[in-house]
């Protein structure tokens, strides 16, 4: 049976019930496969991260990128550049609406790297096109469109992957199997930290968009408003496009503490904070402290962006055989157990396990080297295209994860109050203030509809 036959009659099939777990010793090192037996892929949105990942899904062996798509047409050359490199000069074709993408029916896959306000559209719309989906975190831009975006994998049977790629690394797996076996002890708190350099910024006058940009298309399901560089370079920190660096980096570390903890919806919620370091047009906070209740467990985040002694785990790290200095790491997760706590890095740092002191210097019990995992998690999505098994970070765990900023971000823009969470409807209970920012708006034609 021919690849993309497999592919077609996978859709009419229901999904594994478990997730499909592949760990692979190297992912490009997959054996040859036939042109026609390749994933045939689409990417949108190409610029820095998805001219990234652009060049990392044409890297491997089984697939083929064949389709760029960007609302600037100024982005597609380079892209297209980058992606022949690894396809022996074959160049994908290239569209600015990657609504057209949807069309081709032998598009198996669509890689939708954009700014966070279009996840959910796109990832909905390629659901129902039938195609598969990989889309980068933070899965949603609100609550509403998230469990959405869940529904259409579901109801269209669809592998949908969010690109938290600690979920395909092998030393996480292990810190995993690690605390499930009680090792740490009963664990009672879980510390998440997010401390980064990062920069306020002034927004120039409004002007006309170039050429090159359709910009009634990047602004989207977002209210109208007239185009300006600077939301489109910083959008991530405006709160009608993005979710601050929260979810732009921070969901990676919530994501692999809920995972590993064995958590899914918390029972309350509650933020303070604000926009400290510096003025200008960031609507986002730059401070931040988030405290999420369980059973028996509390977990906090906290945020700082004002910070240039603490760093994220860099590459010497990620691919050597050594760990972070975790006081100035500044993207890791601490767990607390009864017997001992886990200081764990995300994206790869590895995780030591520290006891009580000794002579007063540290004594660490256990320890696991950790390796960036870009490769693997993409190489996951392409495996699970195949089997139909759900991938390591499928679109419900991306979800859930995602929830935990939402749920800060309202509580912070409405004051600072503790929100208490119905984990069957994920609403927040009696809240009418809270309850206004658990969906928007959508401009049209950009509408995401209650069935999807």
């Given at each position: ?6 592919l ?15 760990l ?85 896959a669509?890689v ?77 708190f879980?510390r998440v ?39 489109v ?18 969901v990676h570390?919530l994501?692999?503490?809920?995972w ?102 540290p004594?660490v019990?256990d320890?696991m ?33 995602t ?31 809270a ?5 928007k ?12």
């Amino acid at each position: 049976m021919k690849r993309r036959d497999f592919l077609r009659r996978a859709g009419s099939t229901a999904l594994g019930g478990a997730a499909g777990i592949i760990l692979l010793d190297n992912p490009r090192s997959a054996r040859a496969v036939p042109a026609n037996d390749r994933i045939l892929t689409a990417i949108v949105g190409v610029g820095d991260r998805g001219r990234t990942l652009a060049g990392g899904f044409a890297a491997q062996n089984d697939c083929h990128v064949g389709y760029l798509a960007d609302v600037n047409r100024s982005a597609l050359a380079p892209a297209a550049a980058k992606v022949a490199e690894f396809q022996g000069g074959k160049s994908p074709e290239t569209f600015q609406d990657f609504r057209k993408l949807l069309d081709i029916k032998d598009v198996d896959a669509v890689v939708v790297a954009t700014p966070e306000h279009w996840h959910a559209p796109a990832t909905i719309w390629s659901c129902q096109a039938g195609k598969d989906v990989y889309v980068e975190k933070p899965a949603s831009h609100n609550i509403w469109e998230g469990r959405k975006m869940v529904e259409a994998a579901r109801k269209y049977r669809r592998v949908v992957q969010v690109g938290t790629q600690t979920r395909s690394a092998a030393y996480c797996f292990a810190a995993k199997r690690y605390i499930d076996e009680g090792k740490l002890g009963n664990i009672h708190f879980c510390r998440v930290v997010n401390q980064i350099p990062g920069s306020n910024f002034i927004l120039p006058a409004d002007s006309t968009p170039p050429p090159s940009l359709d910009w009634d298309m990047w602004n989207g399901p977002a209210p109208a408003r007239q185009y300006n560089r600077r939301v489109v370079q910083r959008w991530a920190a405006l709160w009608p496009y993005g979710s601050g660096d929260f979810g732009a980096n921070g969901v990676h570390q919530l994501d692999l503490a809920r995972w590993v903890c064995g958590l899914s919806h918390p029972k309350t919620v509650r933020a303070v904070g604000g926009r400290y370091a510096s003025e200008g047009a960031a609507q986002t906070p730059d401070t931040m402290v988030a405290t999420y209740e369980y059973d028996r467990l509390v977990m906090s985040f906290e945020l700082a962006m004002y910070t240039p002694y603490m760093l994220k785990t860099d590459r010497q790290t990620r691919s050597g055989d050594m760990f972070p200095y975790w006081p100035q790491n500044g993207t890791r997760v601490e767990i607390y157990g009864t017997k001992a706590v886990m200081y764990l890095g995300r994206v790869g740092g590895g995780w030591q396990v520290f006891v009580r002191t000794k002579d007063r210097k540290p004594v660490v019990k256990d320890q696991m080297y950790g390796r960036f995992t870009d490769a693997e998690h993409k190489q996951n999505f392409l495996e699970c295209v195949r089997s139909r098994k759900r991938p390591n970070a499928d679109i419900e765990e991306g979800h859930l994860s995602t929830l935990l900023v939402h749920y800060a971000n309202i509580s912070h823009r409405i004051g600072g109050q503790r929100l208490v969470i119905d984990p069957k409807t994920e609403r927040m209970v009696d809240n009418e203030e809270a309850m206004k920012l658990f969906s928007k708006k959508y401009r049209s034609p950009w509408i995401i509809k209650d069935k999807v």
